[in-house]
C-alpha cells in the first residue's frame, strides 16, 4: 500500500478522513499535530515552550518536527506506508522529507489536496473535541460527528477534551500561516506529477469515496 500525505487548511476534516483510511486499510495515521501534543504533555521547559507556540499558532521549528518525525515513521508499523496528517507544512520539510525517504529508501506516496471553504473549517474548530488517548475527533455541533455519549469518545471510552488552539484567534493565525507557509506546496506536489485535489465541504462519506478512487489508481 502506499503512504498518503495530506495537504489541507486548519480543520479541513484530515484527521477525521486519516482515521477511516485507517480502520479501513490498516495504515498507520501520523500526525504531527499528535506527535507534538504528546511531546508537550510532559513537564519540561521545552515542552512549555511548545505548547505556547502551538497555542499561538505558529509552526514549531522544522528541526523538532523532522525529529519527531523520523523517529515515527522508522517503526516497523510503517513499513508498508501510512497517512502523514500535518506534514509538510513548508517548501522545506518537503525537501527534507524527500531526502530522508531516500535514506529510508521509501517513496513518496500519493498526496492529496483537501479543500474546505474558511467558513466551514471555522464552523469544525468551534465544535472540535478530541480524545486525548486513541485521538479520534468529534463535533459537538454536527449531528453526524458527534460522540454517542456527549464528551466520551465511542472508540474507547476515554474523556474527550477540547485543543487549546481550536479558538477564533488562533485559527486565524493558523489559517493565515497556512496560506503563506502551506498553500505554496500545492504547486510543488503539482509540479512532481503527485497531486490530487478532492472536496470536503460537503460530507466526510463524499471526501472519503473520493479518496478510495485515488487509492485504487483513478484520479
Ligand atoms: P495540527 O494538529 O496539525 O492542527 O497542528 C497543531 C499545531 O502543531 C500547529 O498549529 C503547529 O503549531 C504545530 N505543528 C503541527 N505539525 C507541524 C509541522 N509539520 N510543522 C510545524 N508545526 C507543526
Known amino acids: 500500500m502506499k503512504s498518503i500525505i495530506f495537504i489541507a487548511p486548519p480543520a479541513a476534516g484530515k484527521g477525521t478522513l486519516s482515521r477511516m483510511i485507517e480502520e479501513k486499510y490498516h495504515l498507520p495515521h501520523i500526525s504531527t499535530g499528535d506527535l507534538l501534543r504528546d511531546a508537550v504533555a510532559s513537564d519540561t521547559p521545552q ?19 523532522l525529529n519527531l518525525l523520523t523517529e515515527r515513521i522508522k517503526n516497523s508499523d510503517c513499513d508498508n506506508g501510512y497517512i502523514l496528517d500535518g506534514f509538510p507544512r513548508t517548501i ?65 471510552g476515554s474523556i474527550l477534551v477540547k485543543r487549546s488552539d481550536d479558538n477564533e484567534e488562533t485559527f486565524q493565525v493558523r489559517f493565515d500561516t497556512y496560506m503563506k507557509s502551506t498553500e505554496p506546496l500545492i504547486q510543488h506536489y503539482e509540479e512532481l506529477g503527485k497531486l490530487h485535489r478532492i472536496s470536503n465541504d460537503v460530507s466526510k462519506e463524499l471526501a472519503f469515496k473520493e479518496i478510495e478512487t485515488i487509492l485504487n489508481g483513478g484520479n
Open 92 to 156: 522545506k520539510q518537503a525537501e527534507d522529507y524527500e531526502k530522508m525517504l531516500k535514506e529510508l529508501g521509501k517513496t513518496l506516496g500519493e498526496v492529496i489536496y483537501v479543500g474546505v471553504s474558511k467558513d466551514v473549517a471555522m464552523k469544525r474548530i468551534t465544535g472540535r473535541v478530541s480524545c486525548p488517548k486513541c485521538k479520534a475527533v468529534y463535533n459537538e455541533f454536527i449531528e453526524e460527528s458527534k460522540p454517542k455519549v456527549p464528551g466520551v469518545c465511542d472508540r474507547c
Open 47 to 65: 515542552a512549555k515552550e511548545l505548547k505556547q507556540q502551538m497555542e499561538s499558532g505558529v509552526l514549531i521549528s522544522d528541526e523538532i518536527i
